[in-house]
């Protein structure tokens, strides 16, 4: 498909999620020399799940970085090439291993801006498929938002659509803040969607409904998008009209989109995979009810992971949030 | 004065079978014919075991698998070496070693086929379950050695296995540096199979080697042709002694060759060439081993078919049972995260509870 | 002071928290001797704050063990001793330092039982003194409870008096799953209280009405109990009479009474030093408006530390919650 | 083919001066006479910046604070030897090398006073903030060094700082691999002051030095006497045209005292005895420096006064300028989060400037 677009031809083409980050990456590299992709098999073999493909190639070994086997290391080393003026996209093999990472991300990432006054802010992202649904071994499963999402000084985004992804790691790059960027494993390749191929932003901070509807929230982000879309598409054929949204962002949230919908409906279901207890939805539930309690007809409702280890791939589909229980915790504020 | 050497060190490499089979006779370890040929046994053990688990991934009757075909000898040479009490603190690629041990095929198959309750091994059987975060295990290990230490432990020995990737985690050098400082009763055991996904050694660190580091933590260190099953386990064994006596950690580091694909989600061809992998046909472990046995009259034709049926025979004995067990069921994700279940867990079991009915 | 119990003599001693804890560790050392302590600096130093004093000397360094540098070294290593029989206790010297270790934390700690389907259980604590007040340098002052609370397989106890401490301590130490036991630096000698020479548990998983009241709940734990405490006394000049609740162990919470102190106020203010971005007073605000949201009266209230750095020793006053920030939402509560 | 040795490593260690300050005249660095007593003027002015800092503190005018007392000549012999380009990535205990940058002290004072604004160092200071969780600052310089050699940089270096302490840990052997592999413009600069709070350096790691340790990723490393400023002269010199030529990384190692407590927050009294404190008195790298330089007559009583006065002229003006500093306002907090403020943070904002009110 070609189109114009403020002068440029668009020619937009089908991709799949991990595609349009592809694509993202390869453009802003393009762009911007500064921009450097650095992590474990992201260059001769294009990244485990591909999203890398192709670019070291294209960019060279100076700027496509395979490194040693350390995440401390990549998060690390990416501040100092921060600092010397690079803009350097890590990428975490799994969010499962992003823990040995976690001291340089928390103890420095989050907080070089603060801690020198403003003087070495540092543009970077972290780039790591989250999130179960493949059926791989242990720790390849692991939904760690929240732990992001706690620690000030951080950005965390997460996209559910091809064309988002695009606009959405665009704007990480982009963003002179430290970017979470988590990706939906899950959806890497599930399906495609016409993406621009021209240069887009899609803005950090901004929630999208995706489903407009008057009697229920349905709050989702990443791989639950889906459930919560199939969960809205069979609550439509029992006339409840369900209002689903992608956060997209998950800090910071766009409180102005989560409360207008709660306002509207009055009712709310969070969904998320990662266990419940201190996840996302503790946070979502407590800004609303804080701040549209008079609007609310019933609880807001979680649908979570379990407060359990992810298991293993043969009972992986007893964890993981489905369309069912969904409509349940739909139910239930109907019923309230 | 002035300029002094303070440290000097010098690393070693054993290698005793020539890629032919031909051995350094001087070099031979002290074994009986038949445990020449118990060690063959085992690498052909190991091999069927792999082979069969990358056919059913290959029918989908398989989760990922991270073959270990190459580094049978690494595995084989450290298994006679081990004594029941010692400990093994496995990363995710000693199956060799775990089925050498005493662990049934049918639990090795059952972790990767999506299965916690392969990990629940039989009693007695002192091994660690599989560690996926590399280097990690390696603190187990360190650990554990300690432990041993602390109860006057005269044999027993953990072991901790990790491979070339892994030694450029900070887990790797602070395992070292501890089990160093307490003298801790542990052999580091890394298989360096010169990749870890599609990196090469040369890149993963810019020194030579692997055992040349245990300089920098005060312990000795070897390398070991990990393709000749009888360096590994005179190398092995030396190592093994030296930690039984009390005399601290040791580390020893086999090179060897990761023949397949990283795991079954891999796909080598992308990152390295056919030439090397033929280089290493070449260098075949098992291969190796039957030109020396059957250059010693050790071992013939005969003996091999009746090995191969002996091993597919188990295998396929092992599947059967494997796949026979049924799933276990959903409310097992809640039941082993506490020893009691607080209410959460009670409330989330109930629901796992409610839909399987 | 010296009493009988249970044919006992019990001499109990003021104290101070700290005192409590290395009585409590002492008592259970000498009780079983697979109980070892290790950690930077705990034995010949007795801790950086003094909580292991004198148990290298009573005990002997085979069971008091000073630590390389290396918090991954010293929790990992622990798994290691545990499964060889012993229950470590590992000091972690700040719980800023925490994130090196959280690798082993995350990975095995907190999965090693589920993982091994109940063969190797873990029974180990791990320490650290935790939170604001006493002007250190950067990282001295974190309050990273929600991190630990969001991952399924660890508890995590936190003290607020040295009775509770010496309890709590030798609950943990006796528990048969990894405790992460958090110590409220900012109270370690801020008081002193009766405590009992005796071996007593104070049971995980219980929370604590330390002042009953009618009017609005406050949950609290750690150092913000005292000034969750402030608060209510300064109300109660006002004839408003606060319920403080002190929760001790944040996971698993003791929902009922949560809930019941809320049902009967109808009114509640959670304080806690950490960010407030899904934090546990998020987890808390969730729970609550779930079970028990006919009997609010008002929205949940989050007294917090601010979505930031903690800052350095200068603006410090600033950062923490304080009785006022307690009262004002109390009067939100109320004005509603 | 058997028993090969794959690598042999000598470790090096370098001193010049004697403790009374008699030099190996065929060792000493080509200084002009300025350029000697140039080292001992920094080291002074140090020690005077030190005491005052400690002096503060005990009158509850100064927040915890780590003395650099006996460790002068390690960041002295270094910093005469910086480019104005070379970047610092700091530990906790580099006030000497700071201030001797162009780093005011009042700034330095300021950081460990508790205000953040002593942070933001003059413009074309190439110094990171001090990094307190130990070792993991290393890594920011092995990703500087990285970005200056992709930068084409021909002079400019990083230069790393860390502890014996540090080198325990796990972000320490990651830098230094990383370094390794990308042969980054990086030199890693170990303070080793034996004692990491209370634990001396002999049960940090079994190992006899951290230099050896180099040999682990393939770079050249040395030990040098750290109470000998021209011996870190020399040594430094030689490791940073290393780096600067595009060597690639160097490890040094200064073996030096700590002479106070780990910080003001310490009591060391109860982990090490005064006979080891006066042994390393004897070895002060002040007065050695000036034995050295009163025997080649470079220095005199009258200079040594008019030092004095003139550093401690430069403290006290520097306490005064920085107690002359109001406090930051409370919305610091808050403002430097993020480049523009989410929507919490400004109602978080707004508390604080209405509790300012
Ligand atoms: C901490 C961590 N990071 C990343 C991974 C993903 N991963 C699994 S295996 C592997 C390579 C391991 O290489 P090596 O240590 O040489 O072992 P090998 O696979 O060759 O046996 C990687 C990167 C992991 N399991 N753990
Ligand atoms: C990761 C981490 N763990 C613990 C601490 C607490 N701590 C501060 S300094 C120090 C000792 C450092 O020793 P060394 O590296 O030798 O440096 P020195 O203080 O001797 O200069 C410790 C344990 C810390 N700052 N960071
Ligand atoms: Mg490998
Ligand atoms: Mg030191």
Redo the contacts between chains.
């Keep these: 498909m070609a189109a114009q677009r403020d002068g440029r031809t668009d020619k937009s083409e089908k991709l799949t999620l991990a595609q349009a980050v592809n694509h993202g990456l390869a453009q802003e590299m393009e762009r911007d020399p500064n921009v450097l992709v650095m992590g ?2 992201v ?4 990244g ?1 799940f591909r999203v890398t493909e192709g670019l070291m190639e294209k960019f060279g070994p ?1 700027r496509v ?9 990549i ?12 803009r350097p996209v890590c990428e975490i093999q799994f969010t ?2 992003v ?2 990472a ?3 991300l ?3 990432v ?12 540092l543009p970077m992202v972290i780039r790591m498929p989250y999130g179960g649904g493949i ?5 390849h499963s692991e939904s760690y938002e ?2 992001f ?5 951080l ?1 965390v985004v997460i996209p559910s659509t091809p064309s988002d992804a695009k606009g959405l790691i665009t704007a990480a790059i982009r ?3 430290p970017v979470i960027f988590m990706e939906p494993k899950r959806i890497y390749r599930a399906f495609r969607e016409d993406v621009s191929s021209l240069e887009y932003t899609v803005p950090i ?1 901004e929630a999208k409904i995706v489903s407009e509807g008057k009697d229920v929230t349905i709050i989702a982000y990443g791989a639950m998008v889906r459930v919560a879309l199939e969960a809205q598409e069979a609550l439509s054929r029992q006339n409840v009209l369900a209002e689903v949204i992608d956060l997209r962002t998950i ?2 949230m766009d ?1 102005k989109t989560v409360l207008g919908s709660a306002e509207k409906t009055g009712r709310v279901v969070v969904v998320h995979e ?10 979502i ?3 609303i ?3 549209a ?1 008079l609007s ?1 007809l ?5 649908v979570c992971g ?4 992810f ?6 589909e ?2 993981l949030p489905t369309k069912e ?1 969904v409509m349940e915790a739909v139910q239930k504020t109907l019923d309230f | 004065m002035p300029v002094t050497i303070i440290h000097e060190a010098k690393t070693e490499r054993l290698e005793i079978l020539d890629r032919s089979g031909k051995a350094d006779e001087a070099l031979l370890p002290k074994l009986s014919s038949e445990e020449m040929a118990n060690l063959y046994r085992l690498m052909v053990r190991m091999r069927r075991f792999d082979e069969k688990a990358l056919t059913l991934q290959r029918q989908g009757r398989m989760g990922t698998w991270g073959s270990i075909r190459g580094q049978e000898a690494c595995q084989a040479g450290l298994a006679v070496n081990l004594l029941k009490e010692d400990w093994l603190a496995p990363s995710f690629r000693e199956h060799g070693v775990m089925i050498s041990r005493g662990i049934p095929m049918r639990q090795v198959y059952a972790i990767w086929r999506g299965d916690e309750r392969g990990h629940l091994f039989p009693e007695g059987v002192n091994c660690l379950p599989v560690s996926i975060p590399v280097a990690s295990q390696l603190l187990h290990a360190a650990g554990l050695g300690l432990g041993l230490k602390l109860r006057g432990e005269k044999s027993a020995v953990a072991v901790g296995f990790a491979g070339d990737g892994a030694s450029s985690e900070g887990d790797f050098h602070e395992a070292l540096n501890f089990a160093g400082v307490f003298k801790s009763r542990t052999l580091f055991f890394i298989q360096n199979n010169q990749w870890a996904i599609s990196l090469p050694f040369k890149k993963q660190t810019a020194a030579e080697s692997i055992a040349q580091r245990a300089h920098g933590y005060g312990m000795p260190g070897m390398q070991v042709d990990g393709n000749d099953v009888l360096a590994v386990y005179a190398a092995t064994k030396k190592a093994l002694d030296h930690v039984r006596a009390g005399n601290g950690p040791y580390l020893l580091e086999c090179l060897t060759y990761r023949m397949e694909n990283h795991t079954t989600a891999d796909d080598a061809t992308r990152y390295r060439l056919a030439d090397e992998i033929a280089y290493w046909k070449e260098r075949d472990p098992i291969d190796r081993m039957r030109a020396f046995l059957v250059s010693k009259k050790l071992w013939n034709d005969q003996k091999e078919a009746a090995l191969f049926e002996e091993v597919s025979a188990e295998v396929e004995a092992e599947v059967k049972a494997l796949e026979a067990e049924p799933s276990a069921p959903a409310t097992d994700i809640v039941d082993f995260m506490y020893k009691e279940r607080p209410w959460f867990l009670e409330e989330q079991r109930a629901l796992l509870a409610k839909e399987a009915r």
Tied chains: 1, 3.
């Design positions: 474990e098999d260059g001769v073999d294009g485990v100076d970085m395979d490194t040693p086997l350390a995440e401390s290391a998060v690390g080393a990416a501040i100092g090439l921060a600092v010397a003026g690079f499962g291993f823990y040995p976690l001291n340089q928390f103890a420095h989050a907080r070089y801006r603060n801690r020198s006054r403003g003087r070495y802010p059926h791989p071994p242990e720790h929240a732990l999402a706690h620690t000030p000084g950005k963003d002179d803040d901070g800090n910071p409180i990662a266990p419940r207890n201190a996840g996302l939805g503790a946070e539930a407590a800004l009810q804080e701040r309690m609310l019933a609880p807001i409702q979680r379990f407060d359990s280890v298991p293993f791939p043969r009972l992986e007893h964890y229980r």
